[in-house]
Every structure is written in structure tokens, then in C-alpha cells.
Nanobody, 123 residues
Framework: VQLQASGGGSVQTGGSLRLSCVVSGLSLSDYAMGWFRQAPGKEREFVAAISWNGGSTPYADSVTGRFTISRDNAKNTVYLQMNSLKPEDTAVYYC?????????????????WGQGTQVTVSS
């Protein structure tokens, strides 16, 4: 199983980035997908998740209205569109696959992880 995240980079406050996560070794339609992030010295935190059919998309309060998660099961890919970025969004972003993502579970309960992609937002 491999989750390959990409799309990170450096932007200024108010900018946008689109993260992608390509999954192999899993049937994507069998799993909820999601994104976590981890800033230096902080705990890994939930960002967003999406159910297998896109019908449920919980978000962290801190990103609601700015970030949008989506998926294309035919391409085995999940996306995170990030708009109106703020310096506090600076972190390594990790994609993940597990149905527990939909239920507010700890990152420790998530089964599958990608390698992370760095997002840096400067003021």
C-alpha cells in the first residue's frame, strides 16, 4: 500500500495550493480518505476527510470555508484545495486512508499514511 502526496510548496498569505494524494495497493472506493497536518513541535491534527462516495466531508473548524476535499476514485486520487492560506496553515500535510477518519478518531488509529508534503505560508 502506498499513498503518494504532492502539491506542497511556499505561498504568501491569501494564496492557494492544491494537494494531491495518489493511492496504490488499495481499492480507493473501499476507504474514507483524509488529510492531517503537523506543525513543528505540535501534535498531528485532523484537517479534512471524505467518505468513499463523497457524501460526507468533515472539516476541522480552522479550515472550514477555506479548504475543500474531493476525490476521484477512478484515478485513485484524493485532493485538498486550500484557499485563503494563513501562516498558521504552515505544516507538513499527510494524506491518510481509513474509515475512522470520518469519526473524529485520533491520528494514532489511522491505518494507512502517505509520506507528507510541506506547506509553508509566509506573511
Amino acid at each position: 500500500v502506498q499513498l503518494q502526496a504532492s502539491g506542497g510548496g511556499s505561498v504568501q498569505t491569501g494564496g492557494s495550493l492544491r494537494l494531491s494524494c495518489v493511492v496504490s495497493g488499495l481499492s480507493l472506493s473501499d476507504y474514507a480518505m483524509g488529510w492531517f497536518r503537523q506543525a513543528p513541535g505540535k501534535e498531528r491534527e485532523f484537517v479534512a476527510a471524505i467518505s468513499w462516495n463523497g457524501g460526507s466531508t468533515p472539516y476541522a473548524d480552522s479550515v472550514t470555508g477555506r479548504f475543500t476535499i474531493s476525490r476521484d476514485n477512478a484515478k485513485n486520487t484524493v485532493y485538498l484545495q486550500m484557499n485563503s492560506l494563513k501562516p498558521e496553515d504552515t505544516a507538513v500535510y499527510y494524506c491518510a486512508a481509513d474509515d475512522v477518519l470520518l469519526y473524529g478518531s485520533s491520528w494514532r488509529d489511522v491505518e494507512y499514511w502517505g509520506q507528507g508534503t510541506q506547506v509553508t505560508v509566509s506573511s
